[in-house]
């Protein structure tokens, strides 16, 4: 449920009034794992499959009608053809394993009387479930429905500030610590408000796991196993060229409405007690119901899909039934 008593701030005017370096200084440095990775030319494996089927239908017919016509020539050529074409698809899909990285940060101010909130949408260049069947069909209802790829997530950051003195309050995100990184199951309703104090000392905020949700650095150097296993982290910081103000434009761009993205800041902090305020996502398991919808009605309710080799020539059907969904 969001509060209706914030009312957003024109940039320009609040650049005018205090700055952009309070936006810039205030936004959240993020730590990423160079670990978490996905393939981006999911078509070249579209493409394959496809290929590959051509491949099994010729050799199947060269078969068929060998005692009526058959050239080793032009069986020979034919097979190569689509042997090369093939690999080359598929070394293209191997290669395109690139790591997953915040691209650029957004942000919004919002004001109640001298209460401010600096929403920030950070901007991932993708995400990869662990079920690697269940991400192709997730990126599949992303190119066609959502018209890219990248994952958004939201880090709040809560300000009181007057004409003398910013106090900084504290932020508000979607808590993941203490998970392991691929666990497939994911609690969308753990927002957790944190006091200001709790980023001093260089105490980053990082990727908590694949579906980026967010920990403290003091969290993650708590979990040993995480913090190698998934190392080499890189810090990620904002500047004037990567972090830029969010307009109604550009929303309907990124489709946030599609994606359950509420603006609006999620708690009021001139009743106090922010430790104790809460928040409840209004579809947690948006995602999830998509891939389950579409397995559901194209696949088949009963099959269950684990592995790229599960879909076989479902991925065309997967294709058309979310085009349609765009329409």
Same mark, same amino acid.
């Given at each position: 449920m969001t509060n209706p008593e914030w009312q957003k701030e024109d940039f320009q005017q609040f650049v005018n009034d205090y700055g952009i370096d309070i936006v810039i200084n205030n936004a959240p440095s993020i730590l990423y794992s160079k670990k978490d990775k996905e393939h981006k030319a999911h078509n070249s494996l579209i493409a394959f499959f496809l290929v590959t089927v051509g491949l099994l239908i010729s050799l199947s017919l060269s078969l068929f009608f060998m005692e009526i016509y058959f050239s080793i020539i032009v069986f020979i050529t034919v097979i190569?053809?689509?042997?090369?074409?093939?690999? %080359?698809?598929?070394?293209?899909?191997?290669?395109?394993?690139?790591?997953?990285?915040?691209?650029?940060?957004?942000?919004?101010?919002?004001?109640?009387n001298d209460y401010y909130c600096f929403s920030y949408y950070l901007i991932f260049t993708g995400k990869c479930h662990p079920n690697k069947a269940k991400s192709i069909i997730f990126k599949l209802y992303q190119d066609e429905v959502l018209n890219d790829t990248i994952d958004i997530t939201q880090i709040e950051i809560y300000l009181k500030?007057?004409?003398?003195?910013?106090?900084?309050?504290?932020?508000?995100?979607?808590?993941?610590?203490g998970k392991p990184f691929w666990k497939e199951d994911i609690n969308h309703k753990t927002w957790q408000y944190f006091p200001y104090d709790r980023s001093?000392?260089?105490?980053?905020?990082?990727?908590?796991?694949?579906?980026?949700?967010?920990?403290?650095?003091?969290?993650?150097?708590?979990?040993?196993?995480?913090?190698?296993?998934?190392?080499?982290? %890189?810090?990620?910081?904002?500047?004037?060229d990567n972090l830029k103000p969010l307009t109604e434009r550009f929303k309907k761009k990124i489709n946030c409405k599609s994606r359950y993205i509420e603006s609006t800041p999620k708690l009021r902090p001139w009743e106090g007690n922010l430790e104790n305020q809460t928040y409840e996502f209004p579809n947690p398991t948006w995602e999830t119901d998509i891939i389950n919808d579409a397995i559901k009605k194209v696949i088949g309710e009963e099959y269950r899909v684990e592995i790229l080799k599960d879909l076989k020539?479902?991925?065309f059907k997967l294709k058309a039934y979310f085009r349609e969904l765009s329409v």
């Open positions: 190569s053809l689509l042997v090369a074409v093939d690999t %080359v698809l598929i070394l293209n899909y191997i290669k395109s394993n690139i790591i997953i990285r915040p691209r650029e940060c957004w942000f919004e101010i919002f004001r109640y500030i007057n004409t003398d003195d910013i106090n900084h309050l504290g932020y508000f995100f979607e808590y993941g610590e001093k000392n260089e105490n980053y905020i990082a990727i908590a796991n694949w579906a980026h949700q967010y920990e403290w650095l003091n969290d993650l150097e708590l979990d040993f196993d995480k913090l190698h296993e998934y190392a080499p982290w %890189v810090i990620k910081r904002w500047n004037v020539l479902d991925l």
